[in-house]
Nanobody, 111 residues
């Protein structure tokens, strides 16, 4: 069964860092555009970062310079390194590939 599973979320103080991960199974991972989305309470889901099969990346303006998306095709993993976190980064973060979605991982930035 094809699936995406996120991990690594948690509580972090403003200014802190966190890395979240997404494990993919049973599809040709290396061929896929991978994306991270997030959804804060009461807000629409928004695209945070994307990475193509050649590791070319794009970021939302709100996270540019603070977040880094990366992938390891051999391990079928995609990562989101988040630095200089702000309260407004608090959200459930979702991994996406085509029509596939993970279950999400909660990231809370609070003192």
């Amino acid at each position: 069964q094809v699936q995406l599973v996120e991990s690594g979320g948690g509580l972090v103080q403003p200014g802190g860092s966190l890395r979240i991960s997404c494990a993919a199974s049973e599809f040709t991972f290396s061929s896929y555009y991978m994306r991270w989305y997030r959804q804060a309470p009461g807000k629409e889901r928004e695209l945070v970062a994307s990475i193509n099969r050649f590791s070319g990346t794009n970021y939302a303006d709100s996270v540019k310079g603070r977040f880094t998306i990366s992938r390891d095709n051999a391990k079928k993993m995609v990562y989101l390194q988040m630095n200089s976190l702000k309260a407004e980064d608090t959200a459930v973060y979702y991994c996406n590939a085509m029509a596939l979605w993970g279950q999400g991982t909660q990231v809370t930035v609070s003192s």
